[in-house]
């Protein structure tokens, strides 16, 4: 059986001038307001001109690669290259059985199942999928980020995307997901002042999961804390949420209240992680190099 590996992320603007098209591609073909364009492309413009994701992603594509023993490709969901450019180079290279995985630990309907359409669409039968939905609870992935807060003297807050609310009625995993990672970091880092909110919730008009991380910096600061240590447990990467969204907005915020934050080191190709990423690979399918 010849296998390869996807590795699947959202994608990102590779320029400033890429950003109307990048929107309108997260958009669906709707209008995009020139004053969207505008924010986006000035909260780029704040972190250096563009996001570090498509370096960061390649660099976890070549170790997982070593650590597999697979050819492993690279597709985004919403910028190059696409999953469907990713399908047709596993294919191209003998592929007869793909593993799916989405650089997200926790699955809902809203984020995951999107990747596995798209994958699903390009594939058109020609291969068996095995396809990984979530791995939140993975026990290498909870070890890699309870070092990260161990120890700190002060309240850790755990952070994730923010989804719009309705997911919860419909059954959908996501938020206990997310609470369980939270729990089970805490337990093993040995935590007991911590608490978890969202972020990077987008203005669509309905109601979006909550508490907001700025919201709960405003609750944090009113019960006398000082010091804050950030752990966005939803992302794995540096990429415009944790840039941005953390250390622009929130540090703003945070500083605003007379807080000290901090945001732990993202996992990047930290190699503890990404020897905990090619354990999840292995759970899926038994490959060669366990042999």
């Excluded at 690669?65 to 492993?72: A, I, K, N």
């Excluded at 930290?270 to 020897?275: A, G, I, K, T, V």
């Amino acid at each position: 059986m010849s296998a390869a590996l996807i590795v699947m992320a959202y994608g990102s603007p590779a320029s400033l001038e890429d950003v109307p098209a990048y929107l309108a591609d997260i958009r669906g073909g709707r209008p995009v307001s020139p004053e969207a364009i505008e924010e986006l492309t000035e909260r780029y413009r704040r972190i250096g001109g563009r996001s570090p994701l498509d370096e960061i992603t390649e660099s976890q594509r070549a170790t997982l690669e070593r650590e597999l023993g697979l050819p492993v490709y690279v597709g985004m969901k919403h910028w190059r290259p696409r999953i469907a450019e990713a399908v047709e180079a596993a294919l191209t290279g003998g592929a007869e059985t793909i593993v799916g995985l989405v650089l997200a630990p926790h699955y809902s309907r809203l984020s995951i199942a999107g990747y596995r359409e798209r994958l699903e669409e390009a594939l058109s039968g020609r291969a068996e999928l095995l396809f990984i939905d979530s791995w939140y609870d993975h026990e290498p992935f909870l070890d890699v980020l309870a070092a990260r807060v161990r120890g700190f003297d002060g309240h850790v807050v755990f952070t994730a995307h923010s989804l719009p609310q309705r997911i919860v009625a419909a059954g959908d995993p996501y938020r206990d997901q997310l609470l369980e990672t939270s729990r089970l970091v805490a337990e093993r880092a040995g935590l007991s002042d911590w608490s978890f909110a969202f972020q990077s919730a987008s203005a669509t008009g309905e109601p979006w999961l909550g508490p907001d991380i700025l919201e709960e910096l405003d609750v944090l600061a009113a019960k006398g804390v000082r010091r804050v240590l950030v752990c966005p447990v939803g992302f794995v990467s540096d990429h415009l949420e944790i840039l941005w969204d953390l250390d622009v907005e929130a540090r703003e915020k945070a500083a605003a209240l007379g807080l000290e934050l901090e945001r732990i080191e993202s996992l990047n190709d930290d190699p503890e992680f990404m020897r905990a990423l090619a354990g999840v690979v292995r759970k899926a399918l038994p490959v060669p190099s366990q042999a």
